[in-house]
């Protein structure tokens, strides 16, 4: 735990500090390298060849060799138009004699995007390899002049299994995380950065950078017509209203729930856990789009309130002016249903994570508290809670980012059933109910406006880093964990 | 030891297999028109989608494209994709889609705005060697609403390849008279009397527009690919916008009218609360289980506007085949788009599946106008337009209609009628992006 405690201001410190080390060490490789450390520069193997590692030296040759043909055959293609995102617009002409499109030599602004990134990304990765041996070929130097044994290729190997395991295992997962998690991202950061819509589609259309406008545009600076500033402020004011009702109920409720099965009087706890684990069972989407039809419009819901009454008796007070009760198409109504419906979802898995720490409640202090004469509210409010919330704190905020994302539980409930009313959020194909990712979603899916997606969900992952960061440091800071010992 | 260590880089190993494959979700299909076919003695590969009712038919229909090219190796797929969702599927990558796929008229304006689609008239030379037929000849066979609703800017763009798919009226005659359902005012009523209720969605910019249609408003496409729309004006009939949303306002407070959602017409239908309904051949089917007897169908009423009777307008829509720009055998897709939906091939498609035709000589047919739902759709046609709008146009039209059948907006109130035309029509108007 000693590591965690420092601030991060310090941690940035020490971050800088190693890749400022890092090139201090080439630097000093560099100057006080032989000729062989210095020509290793140009041939990657030659420092080790010179002290008769030929296997590395040969791995080391075949992988330069591997990315300067990479460079020439593949990233020579994209990387020179990446600048202009291609020039060259897709053009066909048929040719009855073969029944073929003759086509150009056409450029396709995506796949120069996207390629153009992976080439930086490998060429970032062999930068590093290139700078890390140099250095190595200048401790292979010193050592030899040392007089010291210089591992052969089989103890290399071996000590890849022992000693630096940890780097044996890391290596996939770090290549699965760059290829699949860091390059989408990138990717998408970048498209924030161009026009990539619907009339700018490859192959057949070109798209080209246009700086911050998406950014300008998202936050009410945009053309005449759009509101899109407008809607985007009434939907992140409801994603964030959202994610806080819907952590906080569940989590609520799930403890409160698993107090009320684990308490002494309850007859068959067992049975009522299973009941609500059922919940779990059903997978969201059968069940959300079942609650969406029984709360539809004409749904059964609405049928048993027009037949008691309740609907004609809403509509006298003046609470609705339609002859069914809008649970899921009428703002206020709808945004309250939602919460509702995500308790019923959301309630079972709390209340299994509440259960497993429940059981581990010291059982000591809640029982010294009981002898001083502690009332169940304030055993509850003093040493359950706490106890509770330290354990569970870093759920919470996981669970927050989570429901600001939760795509599930909105899309289903509303899509077909929710029409807005409110003409400015409908000019840019957005409704009340929507959260971020929801409109992100329908405006690739439906509209192809990939830019203004890509500008949102930036948006979405600032909100999201920024939230988790300062949450975590407030939570881990300070010995909390000691106040329960 | 070593066993941890082993089982440790087991589990990390499935972990960055179990990432790739979460990964790996956008992983194209093969693109089956690769090769370099073309000469005659090699094997053409094609790949074709249509509905899922459709393929036992498409699979028929394509033995028989064989059989009708012998002297040419054929290797043709066919694949299941949704006329209503084809747009979504092909423009998400236009290189891997199939060579020829079916959709519904509305989307052409999107699928030729990503240069998607083939233009038939430069494939002349192909249709002229093989299907012995011209694109004139084409457009001479089918219908002039269906060629003119394939074609942009005059270009024939795709094959049509059925009609009806526009909507109308559906009405129990055992409540409703036909001269009753001739127009809103008396259908209400005669639905009223019997404790029954008229269906229409309004909350979509493809029914609500009918209104302004039949009023004698338009849309259009500009060059700038933008909505060209006016209904916020005065028609070319004389009316207003406002006065058009008057009309509306009043059908949808009457008490007999109900609101539908939009895609909830069918689950309606089968409710059983209706007499009447606005939909298409679609529902034929639905409708004459739940009418019974009463089934019946005609062109949609006449409403009142400002005093006199207007006839309501609609959206008449086709399924049209498409081929694909990127097709590897653009040619050959032609032909076989061509032959899918030849004059043979429309019967079979109409006794098969009981669509409404396009080409002229089948929809004369005796079995064809013997429909009732093709005939109320083919009578309704009359009044019918074609709608290019924009993609822009959607969700304000929908937001527009949603307003109208929750009644947001009162109809003695002109102003705030006048706003919500000023602010739809601004909405249906914006760049596309």
């Known amino acids: 735990m000693a590591n965690n405690k420092k601030t991060p201001s310090k941690a940035i410190g020490r971050f800088f500090k190693g890749i400022g080390g890092f090139f201090a060490e080439f630097g000093t490789a560099v100057s006080k390298g032989d000729i062989f450390t210095k020509l290793s520069l140009i041939w990657m193997g030659a420092g080790y060849a010179r002290h008769k590692q030929f296997i590395k030296a040969a791995i080391m040759t075949v992988l330069e060799a591997a990315v300067i043909l990479f460079s020439i055959l593949f990233a020579s293609q994209y990387v020179p138009k990446f600048g202009t995102l291609g020039t060259v617009q897709a053009e066909m002409i048929f040719d009855p004699v073969t029944m073929k499109n003759i086509m150009n030599d056409y450029d396709n602004s995506f796949k120069i995007l996207l390629y153009s990134l992976i080439c930086f990304v490998v060429w970032i990765a062999f930068f590093f390899v290139w700078i890390k041996n140099t250095i190595n070929s200048y401790k292979i130097q010193v050592k030899a002049d040392k007089g010291e044994h210089i591992n052969t290729f089989i103890e290399d190997i071996r000590m890849y299994k022992d000693e630096k395991f940890h780097i044996t295992l890391l290596t996939l997962p770090v290549l699965g995380i760059v290829i699949f998690t860091v390059i989408p991202i990138l990717l998408l950061i970048l498209v924030a950065f161009t026009n990539y819509d619907q009339n700018h589609m490859p192959p057949s259309s070109l798209f080209s950078w246009v700086g911050l406008s998406n950014f300008v545009k998202l936050f009410g600076g945009g053309g005449m017509t759009s509101t899109f500033g407008y809607s985007f402020v009434r939907i992140l004011g409801w994603t964030l209203l959202w994610a806080f009702f819907a952590t906080f109920t569940t989590y609520i409720g799930g403890i409160l729930l698993s107090l009320l099965i684990n308490n002494k009087r309850t007859k068959l706890p067992k049975l009522w856990r299973t009941l609500f684990v059922v919940t779990i069972a059903v997978p969201q989407f059968v069940s959300l789009l079942l609650v969406r039809n029984f709360f539809a419009n004409g749904g059964i819901v609405n049928t048993f309130c027009k037949a008691i009454g309740l609907t004609g008796w809403l509509r006298d007070i003046g609470l609705i002016s339609t002859s069914y009760i809008p649970f899921l198409s009428a703002p206020g109504w709808a945004h309250v249903m939602i919460i509702l419906i995500n308790i019923w979802i959301g309630v079972p898995y709390q209340m299994l994570i509440a259960t497993g720490v429940l059981m581990n409640l010291p059982a000591d202090q809640i029982e010294s508290a009981r002898i001083d004469g502690a009332r169940p509210r304030q055993i509850f409010a003093k040493i359950t809670m706490p106890y509770m919330l330290f354990i569970t704190g870093p759920t919470l905020i996981t669970d927050f980012v989570k429901n600001i994302n939760n795509f599930n539980v909105i899309y289903l409930l509303t899509e077909g059933v929710y029409t807005t009313t409110n003409q400015a959020l409908a000019n840019s194909q957005a409704k009340e109910v929507d959260l971020l990712v929801t409109w992100l979603f329908r405006l690739t899916q439906d509209y192809y406006n990939y830019k203004m997606a890509s500008a949102i969900g930036i948006v979405v992952f600032i909100i999201c880093a920024v939230f988790t960061l300062v949450a975590f440091n407030k939570m881990i800071k300070g010995d909390r964990e000691e106040t329960f010992q | ?433």
């Not at chain 2, 236009?94 to 233009?119: C, G, P, R, T, Y």
């Not at chain 2, 146009?393 to 000023?422: C, H, N, V």
């Open chain 2, 1 to 433: 030891m070593r066993l941890k260590k082993v089982l440790a880089l087991g589990l990390v190993g499935a972990m960055a297999i179990s990432m790739a494959a979460c990964g790996k979700t956008s992983s194209s299909t093969d693109n089956g028109g690769s090769g370099n076919a073309g000469t005659s003695n090699e094997t053409v590969s094609l790949r074709v989608w249509g509905g899922e009712e459709d393929q036992n038919l498409l699979k028929e229909l394509v033995e028989k494209f064989k059989t009708t090219y012998p002297d040419q190796k054929f290797n043709i797929e066919i694949g299941v994709e949704s006329e209503s969702t084809a747009k979504d599927t092909v423009l998400t990558d236009v290189e891997a889609a199939a060579d020829v796929f079916a959709f519904a008229s509305d989307q052409i304006v999107d699928l030729n705005n990503a240069k998607a689609l083939a233009n038939i008239e430069d494939m002349d030379a192909a249709l002229q060697n093989y299907a012995k037929k011209s694109v004139a000849d084409i457009k001479a066979a089918n219908g002039d609403g269906s060629v003119e609703a394939a074609s942009i800017d005059g270009k024939l763009m795709a094959f049509p390849m059925t009609g009806g798919n526009g909507y109308f009226l559906y009405y129990d005659s055992s409540v409703i008279s036909e001269e009753d359902a001739a127009t809103w005012d008396t259908l209400l009523a005669a639905a009223d009397k019997a404790g029954k209720k008229v269906g229409m969605t309004l909350a979509s910019g493809w029914y609500d527009a009918s209104f302004f249609y039949g009023a004698g408003f338009t849309t259009g496409l500009n060059d700038d690919g933008t909505t060209a729309i006016d209904f916020n004006g005065t028609s070319k009939d004389g009316y207003t916008g406002v006065q058009v949303t008057q009309s509306m306002l009043n059908i949808a407070s009457n008490k007999a009218f109900m609101a539908i959602a939009d895609g909830d017409i069918s689950n309606q239908i089968a409710g059983g609360t209706l007499a009447a309904v606005v939909s298409g051949t679609w529902d034929a089917e639905n409708a004459q289980k739940v009418f019974g007897n009463g089934y019946a169908a005609a062109k949609l009423p006449t409403y009142t506007l400002d005093g006199k009777q207007v006839q309501q307008g609609s959206v008449s829509g086709y399924k049209f085949l498409g081929v694909n720009a990127y097709s590897k055998n653009v040619g050959w897709a032609t032909v076989l788009a061509e032959f899918l939906t030849n004059e043979e091939s429309q019967a079979t498609r109409f006794e098969q599946r009981q669509l409404a035709p396009t080409n002229k000589k089948v929809a004369a047919s005796d079995e064809v106008s013997k429909n009732v739902a093709i005939a109320a759709s083919a009578a309704q046609d009359a009044y019918g337009v074609i709608q290019t709008v924009s993609a822009k146009y959607w969700d304000p039209a929908k937001t527009f209609g949603e307003m109208i059948a929750q009644g947001s907006i009162s109809a003695t109130d002109e102003k705030a009628i006048q706003d919500a035309l000023d602010t739809m029509v601004e909405g249906a108007k914006a760049a596309v992006e």
